[in-house]
Every structure is written in C-alpha cells, then in structure tokens.
T-cell receptor, first 116, second 112 residues
C-alpha cells in the first residue's frame, strides 16, 4: 500500500538554528499539505500545495517558515531560525485530486521536532 | 469561522462494550466531516467521512459515525470495543472553501 514518506522522523536542534523537513507524497497525488501538531492539540494547516503552486499559506509564519514543492512532487518545509515554540510534530499529507473538500487526506508518520 | 469540539479529552471503556467518541462542529455552509485515528508517534489514519447522503457512515475497523444536522454532531461509534482500538481520535470538518479544521482529539482507552 502506497504511503506518504517523511524524514527525518525525529529532529533535535538548538534555537536559532535552521531545520528542514522532507515529504514525499503518494505517487500521483497532486495536493500536498503541511500541518503542525502541538502536543495535546489537533493538526493545524501550515501550507497547502496544488502541484507546485501554493494554494493556502495563510497560517504559515512567513518570517521564519518557508515551503517549496519545486517539481510538484516532493516538498521541503524549512524553519530558520528555530524557536522554542516550534517544538511540535510536523505532519505531511497528500490527496489525489484538486484539494476538493470531500477528498481524503493520507498522512505520513510525521517529524517530531524538539528545539532546545 | 469553522470549529470542531471534542468535549471529552479521555474516554474509557471495557473491552466488548460499545464505545462513543463525541464530536460537534460549527460551520457556515455544508459540512464535510471526517474521523481519523492516531497511534503513538504516527501520522493520522483515515477512518471514515460524511459528505452527503445516508446519515450513518460506516468506516474502517468496524467504526461508524452518525451525522446529525440538527445537533451539529458527528459522533464516532463502535458496537464492541477492542483493546487495539486504544488510540487518539480526531474529528475534522472541511468547508466549501477547502479548509480543514481538526478537533483537539480524544484519547480512547479500552481496558481488557
């Protein structure tokens, strides 16, 4: 069964350092999402791509976060500089169509970030 | 603004008993409702969704959910709980604008 791949699974960094997370969606999925999940809360959408274009990044802290999906396949989420409050699970998800509201999202295992 | 509430942080049931995990929502427009399950240090797994049609939706692993428009609820149910059902459950709502909002999750513990 096809899965969404993410790496690394765990990342420990010091504040003010740069970190990057990678996501490879299910093959053929045009829509890709990055979520942040703080412990004890549900996932919060950071950015949504349709192919290589950003559809929604209204909740992305653009002063320190950036995301790209250059060829419309895999994606990278970067934080620079990292802050203590960025400690969270970062989840990537993909869906097959145009991000239509009835589509099911398939999630990767996540990257757990700890900022010291 | 849309929102999802999962009023119970924790639900405890005995194995073999029925279980219910509650979810209420608030949206303008038609709601598209989802349930996901999350095991420790893992991503979310899709269980079921309501888009339109029959108010009772059947999903994976014997779970079902009932959409109630008048009560704006979408409670997750299972007739007979298993110890392996113990996990974190999330309710989510999508709107016509395509934005997903998740609840804060309910931890289900099934005791042998």
């Amino acid at each position: 069964e096809a899965e969404v791949a993410q790496s690394p699974r765990y990342k420990i960094t010091e504040k003010s350092q740069a970190v990057a997370f990678w996501c490879d969606p299910i093959s053929g999925h045009a829509t890709l999402y990055w979520y942040r999940q703080i412990l004890g809360q549900g996932p919060e959408l950071l950015v949504q791509f349709q192919d290589e274009s950003v559809v929604d990044d209204s909740q992305l802290p653009k002063d320190r976060f950036s995301a790209e999906r250059l060829k419309g396949v895999d994606s990278t989420l970067k934080i620079q500089p990292a802050e203590l409050g960025d400690s969270a699970m970062y989840l990537c998800a993909s869906s097959s169509g145009g991000g239509r509201v009835q589509e099911t999202q398939y999630f990767g295992p996540g990257t757990r970030l700890l900022v010291l | 603004a849309q929102s999802v509430a999962q009023p119970e942080d924790q639900v405890n049931v005995a194995e073999g008993n029925p279980l219910t995990v509650k979810c209420t929502y608030s949206v303008s427009g038609n709601p598209y409702l989802f349930w996901y399950v999350q095991y420790p240090n893992r991503g979310l797994q899709f269980l079921l969704k309501y888009i339109t049609g029959d108010n009772l939706v059947k999903g994976s692993y014997g779970f079902e959910a009932e959409f109630n428009k008048s009560q704006t609820s979408f409670h997750l149910k299972k007739p007979s709980a298993l110890v392996s059902d113990s996990a974190l459950y999330f309710c989510a709502v999508n709107t016509n604008a395509g934005k997903s909002t998740f609840g804060d999750g309910t931890t289900l513990t099934v005791k042998p």
